[in-house]
């Protein structure tokens, strides 16, 4: 007994300790780890600081009229009223370029800046094609120790683009942790992240399998600046959110002039994302700009070598097959039925964000909710609810 009380009355004390060391050394960590224990207040005041993509908003999606309504009215309700059940925040429906359906929950707005966690990764291909076209980068079969000059003599500069485009690249994948003093905790929060990324060891033979990894999203990004030699933000709003018309958004930074994180954490309203959408149903046209080539969007949600249900940095739905990784993956990948379309894709994000595309029924539609906790989407989500019903409400 006597010795649990001495070791009750030392936690405290060690405590404290840690929180001073924090404080010493990483007082950015300490002000996070703290947080990460508090309710998110969905303004993501927890998200800071933060870096702005300028848009223009000039890329207006026109509203059904009873002229061009395309899917019924009751399809539309059965969605929203998905939606809503569903705790979401927003959701857009597109339609043959047609805006079908636009709902908020309370509280919310064509404005507002949503959490697109994971959805962001989807963009990273597009930027890194933008890199090829103008010539910074060579191609997507180029080694990474090319641009990741800290590993150019290291079995990891090996990897190629390629490789960590499609999840393949061998690094080590990070579990979740609240261990402020690990790795596991360490690349997302620390106010230097990029030690941490560097020091990612290889786990096994590149290109060998499939493993969702966010040290391959985030060293994406690290690749996009070092080979155009432009800050993320500013490369992101030139090749892609100002030339789509998007209204602009903020992208999280582990410190002020630090690492743009590029795993997750692109705030933008929905309607941004619709028109990222509109932008892969075009091929890489949207606004009446060429993005990128079509050939490379075909490229990009084509199915990796090593995983049928993911191309580069997107999910795909083609399978009649539940993706296997359904049952690991928080998210809400779970569903009642496959997808009417076997040519469904969709960038996908914790909380189940989503942009889904359809291109045989030119259909975009966006789903946004909750995106922090441990169980943001609830047990009865169907992950092919929205895209089913709005096939069924054709009119």
Known sequence: MRKILLALLALPAALAVAALWLWLTDPVLLSRYVVFFTPEDLTYSTLQPRESVIGDNSYQLPAATAANRSISAAAIAAMEEFADAQGSHALVVVHRGVLQGEWYKDGWSRERLTQSQSMHKSVLPILIQAAIEEGAIGSVEDRIGDYITEWSDDPRGDITIEQMLWMSSGLLEYDFSLNPFADAFLWLFAGDTLPVLLRTPLDWTPGEKFQYNNVNSELLGLIIERA?????????????????????????????????????????PAMDWARFGMMLLGEGTVNGRQIVSEKFIRRMVTPSPEFDWYGYQIWLGYSRELNPRSVVLAGGYQRIEPFLADDTYYASGYGAQRVYVVPSEELVIVRMGPASGRSPVKSDWDNTFLVNTAIRGKL
Not at 229 to 252: C, D, F, H, V
């Open 228 to 268: 155009t030699g432009t800050r993320y933000n500013t490369y992101l709003q030139k090749k892609l959110w100002g030339p789509m018309g998007a209204a602009g958004a903020e992208l999280w930074v582990d410190s002020e002039g630090g690492k743009l994180h590029t795993s997750c954490c692109l705030l933008a």
